[in-house]
Each structure stands twice: as C-alpha cells, then as structure tokens.
C-alpha cells in the first residue's frame, strides 16, 4: 500500500511555477537585455533565426568580394573598446538569406562603393570557422566573431527605416562643417545632442532631380546623410546629402532599378524545404531582402525554372544547367527574419542533385530571361 507524503504548500507552488519559469527563461542572449550568463544565438542549418537574436555594430566597408557576398568593415569606435583597439577590420560573409539595403532599396554587396559607413546586424561565427587571423599586433576587434551578416545598410537606409533623418543646424561653410540633430519624421523628440560632420569639395549634394551644391544647404532643412570615415574625424565625412524628398525618391527608385535588373539575370533566391520524389514536387521559401513586386511575377498555373545555388548564392551554370516545370501553388506562409513569406510548390521536368532539403535553389518566373552571367560567377566550369 502506498502512503501519501504531504508536500508544504510552499515547495508545491515552486513545483507548480517551474515549467513556467523555465519557458520563460531566455534561451540566448540579445543586444536588449546584454544577459553575458547566456550564450549568443547560433545559426542553425535550414532554419530561419528568432526575432531580436542578432548583434549590431556598424563600420565602414573597406573590402568585397561581391561574388562570394563577402567583405570587411573597419568597425566604428565606441565606448566599449579601449584606445588600442580602435578601427580594428572584421571580415564578414552574408548569409544566404543575408539583406542588403542602399539608398533605401534593396542591393547586392557589388552596389556598394568601398568607403561607405553600413550599419549590420550579425551572428556569432560557426563553431567550425576558425576567424580571423590577427594583423594589427595581435589585436582583434571585441565584434571579430560576429561575421556571418543578416543585414547591411547605409546610413540612408537605415535612418529612413526607423524613420529618421538629420535637421542642419547650422552650416560653417569656412570650415566645412555642417551641425546637424538627429529627428523623428514622426513627430517624437529629436536628439538631445546635435553631431558635427564635415562637407568636402567631394561631397555630393542632391536637391529635386539635379545636383546641387554645398551652398544650397541651408538651416532648417531636414536631410538624409550618407557618411565615410565615421568616427576617424568626429562623426565623418559626408559623401551624399540628400536635401528633400524628391531627391531621396529618386536615389530610391534608381536603386531599385539596379535590383531588379539585377534579380532578374539571377533569380529569385530560397531553400528547398520538401521533395516529394515520387511526384517530383519541390517546396522552395524564397528568402527576403527583395523588392515585393518581383515576388508578384509568380503566378500558379505558369512555369517556373529552377538552378543549383550554393550559400553565396553563386549558381553554377544557369543556361544549361537548370530545370523548370509548372507552378502549383504560390502560398503566404509567416514572416519569419530572412523570409520572404512566399512558400512556392513546382514540378520540374527531372529533380537535379541540388533539389534537396535545406539546399539553395535560384528561381526564375515564368517570362524571365535566362541569359549567360560574368564568368566569374559561376561555379562551373572550374578553371584549370
């Protein structure tokens, strides 16, 4: 026979409470809440990663390799780096799923001139990678392993989508400095201290549809700035200053002009999710980073073509080697960071070896050309 043990109510409760506790207690640790007793989120093969996991720093673009999506940022300075550590590199690949924004619009690593101040969220390096070897008298920079990208933006970008911009303060046009706070296109409260940037004879001032001069600048007018060399002089040097809205629309739509054309001739990228082998049907999610209107060129009851993509995107050869057949459906599944929300069934003609779960496809819409890319592009054939 058993017998009833009493338990305190006391120790009843943190029973009771524990599972909850434990589904509360976070699982890595964020920018917002800075928990150093927990580990940063580790990307994981074929999987989208959790709102909020990401780091942000920001620095300057020193180096690419548009190609493999790969380049190097000289980190901007803060307050956590001691004097020796300063403007130290940190070599970066973006993920497959990996976005780039310029001028407001959606970019490839190739649209972005080397000098540019990028702002960037990352993820902690593989376990497997060994990093970076050190070049500056074995110093490393605090954000050395976070190298793997989910976004790069410039300053453009990134002030407009958290809406936003700078108010001219006050121009010394002896000097070439021009002061500017930092505002809320909503409406909030403006920054509580103004920043002092440089205007050189290369800066480039944009007002309407023409280029105007640093003598159209005036005070009071409200700007988007795009900056280089970021915290090597005060807070940098501007390279573009957009002065009103029609010329930020134009940067705009010139750059998504680029991205398109640029999709096009490559594809639209996501990862295979499922293949049903019997049926040779393909679940592709195509990633996000794209201007939703090419998304809108996948119509079910057309056809679509299919190519071989590696992480970097690179394809191998897209004119031969590539196989298409009938769009079944085109559904909205959630948003997750990195997704599109776009989830694609096809049918091609045969599965190729690169139609498995969790590999990188590129897909070409029903009336996209599908041309011949740079050489040095492809991954096949390999030269000797």
Same mark, same amino acid.
Not at 92 to 95: A, T
Not at 343 to 348: K, L, N, T
């Given at each position: 026979?058993?017998?009833t043990?009493?338990?305190?109510l006391a120790?009843?409760?943190? *029973?009771?409470?524990?599972?909850?506790a434990? +589904?509360e207690?976070?699982a890595?640790?964020? #920018?917002?809440d800075?928990?150093?007793?927990l580990p940063? *989120?580790?990307?994981q093969?074929?999987?989208?990663?959790?709102?909020g996991?990401?780091?942000y720093?920001s $620095?300057? /673009?020193i +180096?690419?390799?548009?190609?493999?999506r790969?380049g190097?940022?000289?980190v901007?300075r803060? #307050?956590a780096?001691r004097r020796?550590?300063?403007d130290?590199p940190v070599d970066?690949?973006?993920?497959p799923? !990996?976005?780039?924004y310029?001028?407001g619009a959606?970019a490839a690593?190739?649209d972005?001139?080397? !000098?540019?101040h =990028?702002?960037?969220l990352f993820?902690?390096?593989?376990?497997?990678?060994? !990093?970076?070897?050190?070049?500056?008298y074995n110093r490393e920079s605090?954000?050395?392993?976070?190298n793997?990208?989910?976004?790069?933006?410039?300053d453009?970008?990134h002030y +407009?989508r958290?809406?936003?911009?700078w108010?001219?303060d006050a121009?010394?046009?002896?000097t070439g400095? =021009?002061?500017a706070?930092? @505002?809320d296109?909503d409406g909030?409260?403006?920054?509580e201290?103004?920043?002092?940037?440089d205007i050189?004879p290369a800066t480039?001032v944009w007002q309407?549809?023409?280029?105007?001069?640093p003598?159209?600048?005036?005070?009071g007018?409200?700007?988007? =700035?795009? /900056?280089?060399?970021?915290t090597?002089?005060?807070?940098g040097?501007?390279t573009? @200053?957009?002065?009103?809205?029609e010329s930020?629309?134009v940067?705009?739509?010139?750059?998504l002009?680029v991205?398109h054309?640029?999709?096009r001739?490559?594809?639209l990228?996501?990862w295979?999710?499922?293949? #049903?082998n019997q049926?040779r049907?393909?679940?592709?999610?195509?990633?996000g980073?794209?201007?939703s209107?090419?998304?809108?060129?996948?119509q079910p009851n057309?056809? @679509?073509?299919?190519?071989? +993509?590696?992480?970097?995107l690179r394809?191998?050869?897209? @004119?031969?080697?590539?196989k298409?057949?009938?769009?079944l459906?085109?559904e909205s599944?959630p948003v997750?960071?990195?997704s599109s929300g776009v989830?694609?069934?096809?049918?091609?003609s045969?599965l190729?070896?690169?139609?498995?779960p969790?590999?990188?496809v590129?897909i *070409?819409p029903s $009336?996209?050309?599908i041309e011949s890319?740079?050489?040095?592009?492809r991954?096949?054939p390999?030269?000797d």
């Open positions: 026979m058993y017998k043990m009493r338990v305190p120790l009843l409760a943190c *029973f009771l409470l524990a599972p909850a434990l +589904a207690e976070p890595f640790r964020t #920018d917002a800075g928990d150093e007793r940063w *989120f580790q990307i093969p074929g999987e989208f990663p959790p709102e996991s990401a780091h720093y $620095g300057e /673009l +180096a690419l390799d548009h190609v493999n790969r190097t940022l000289r901007d803060t #307050d780096q020796s550590h300063w130290l970066f690949r973006l993920l799923y !990996g976005a780039i310029y001028h959606p690593l190739r972005i001139p080397i !000098g540019t =990028l702002h960037g993820y902690i390096k593989d376990p497997s990678d060994p !990093g970076m070897k050190p070049e500056f605090l954000e050395v392993d976070f793997q990208a989910f976004l790069l933006e410039d453009f970008s +407009a958290k809406k936003r911009a108010r001219i121009i010394d046009r002896e400095e =021009l002061t706070v930092e @505002v296109l909030g409260r403006p920054a201290k103004p920043s002092t940037f050189v480039r309407g549809r023409r280029i105007a001069t003598a159209d600048l005036a005070p007018q409200i700007v988007q =700035l795009n /900056l280089t060399w970021a090597l002089f005060g807070p040097r501007c573009n @200053v957009w002065i009103d809205d930020r629309a940067a705009t739509a010139q750059q002009a991205h054309q640029h999709q001739e490559r594809g990228a996501g295979v999710d499922e293949v #049903d049926k049907i393909v679940t592709v999610t195509l990633f980073g794209v201007d209107k090419l998304l809108e060129s996948l057309t056809t @679509v073509t299919a190519v071989v +993509a590696e992480p970097s394809s191998y050869d897209q @004119v031969n080697d590539r298409g057949g009938p769009l459906s085109v599944i997750e960071p990195g989830q694609i069934r096809f049918q091609p045969l190729l070896e690169g139609f498995r969790d590999r990188i590129r *070409f $009336g996209w050309p890319i740079p050489q040095e592009e991954l096949w390999a030269r």
